[in-house]
């Protein structure tokens, strides 16, 4: 499977930063200028499948990066962005967080009109989320699912009840 950050790496192009866990990159493709991107440096499709220790360098590092796109680019403000499953934008398969350096009249369309949903909508979202939070599968799991490059289609096979796994079917 093709991963433009894993090729990004291979390349070495574009990278500001990498050491054994994160890069941080600058890509030519971006919503606007500036705009850098700091991911695991594993192959790992999205954020669920992150180890803790990493996610949380990658979140360090997302912070630092946007402490310096204000200092050094003078951005008036920043959208850090995960764009994590497919039904949410994602285009490259391996968990990254975009840090996007924002100015007044950017013209920058990241906005969505907020609607109102009913009540008990409302109440069946609280109480499933509110169930499966209290569960110590999901709060705290440590395991690691690691699905390397190329071996997607062949884990997704084998573990095809992992409700993870079954998300990634639906990366491009
Ligand atoms: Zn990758």
């Known amino acids: 499977m093709k991963c433009e950050y894993c090729d990004l790496l291979d390349k070495n192009e574009d990278i500001i ?5 994160i890069v941080i990159a ?3 493709k971006v919503t606007t200028s500036g705009q850098i991107t700091v991911y695991p440096r594993k192959h790992y499709p999205i954020m669920e499948m992150v180890p803790e220790d ?3 360098k990658c979140v360090s590092a997302a912070k630092n990066v ?3 796109v204000f200092e050094s680019l003078g951005a008036q ?3 850090i962005l995960v764009r994590n499953g497919l039904s949410a934008g994602q285009s490259v398969p391996h968990f990254g967080i975009e840090v996007i350096p924002r100015r007044e009249e950017d013209k920058l ?3 969505w009109q907020g609607k109102q949903i009913m009540e008990d909508e409302m109440e069946m979202t609280f109480q499933a989320l509110e169930e499966d939070l209290k569960k110590p599968s999901i709060a705290e799991s440590k395991e690691e699912i690691v699905v390397d490059e190329g071996e997607t289609e062949a884990t997704l096979e ?3 009840d992992n409700y993870l796994l079954k998300s990634l079917k639906r990366i491009p």
């Open 158 to 160: 084998k573990e095809g």
């Open 77 to 79: 403000g920043t959208n």
């Open 66 to 68: 946007s402490i310096a």
């Open 26 to 28: 600058v890509k030519d």
């Open 17 to 21: 930063h990498a050491d054994d866990d």
């Open 109 to 111: 369309n990241l906005e």
């Open 54 to 56: 990493i996610l949380n």
